[in-house]
C-alpha cells in the first residue's frame, strides 16, 4: 500500500477537484507535457477502487474555502519506489480544475479522463529516499 500526502495550496475553494497520476514526467506547457493519464494496462478511467481503472486514477481531492487541499491517499496499485512494477517516480501528478466523474458520466471523454476539465497545476514524483513513522 503506497501512501500519498501533501497539501496543495490556490486551487478552486470549496470543491472537488480530480487528482491524477499522468503519464510523462514533464511541467511544460502550463503541465500539457504531463500527456495522459499514466495507464500502462490500457484500461479505461475509472474511481481509485474500481476494478478497471488507469493505474494513474485517484479519484477526486476537497479543497476547503480557502483553496487548500489536506492529502492524504493510499493505493493498492501504485508503487513509490522506482525499481518496481507500476512505479509512479519520475511521473507527474496532476490536480484538475474540475471533479472527476470516476468514468460514470456515460460518454468517451468519461471513459478517457473523468472530464475532470483543465489542468490547475502538477509537479514531479521524486524517489523516496527517507521515511518517517
Excluded: W, Y
Aim: net charge negative.
Amino acid at each position: 500500500m503506497s501512501k500519498i500526502e501533501g497539501i496543495i495550496l490556490g486551487v478552486g475553494a470549496k470543491k472537488n477537484h480530480g487528482f491524477h497520476i499522468h503519464a510523462e514526467g514533464s511541467l511544460d506547457n502550463d503541465c500539457a507535457g504531463a500527456g495522459g493519464h499514466f495507464n500502462p494496462d490500457q484500461k479505461t478511467h475509472g474511481a481509485p477502487d474500481a476494478e478497471v481503472r488507469h493505474l494513474g486514477d485517484l479519484g477526486n481531492v476537497h479543497a476547503d474555502l480557502t483553496g487548500t487541499v489536506e492529502l492524504r491517499i493510499q493505493d493498492s496499485m501504485v508503487s513509490l519506489f522506482a525499481d518496481e512494477e507500476h512505479s509512479i517516480i519520475g511521473k507527474a501528478l496532476v490536480i484538475h480544475e474540475g471533479e472527476d466523474d470516476l468514468g460514470l458520466g456515460g460518454d468517451e471523454g468519461s471513459l478517457a479522463t473523468g472530464n475532470a476539465g483543465a489542468r490547475a497545476g502538477c509537479c514531479i514524483i521524486k524517489e523516496v529516499t527517507h521515511f518517517r513513522n
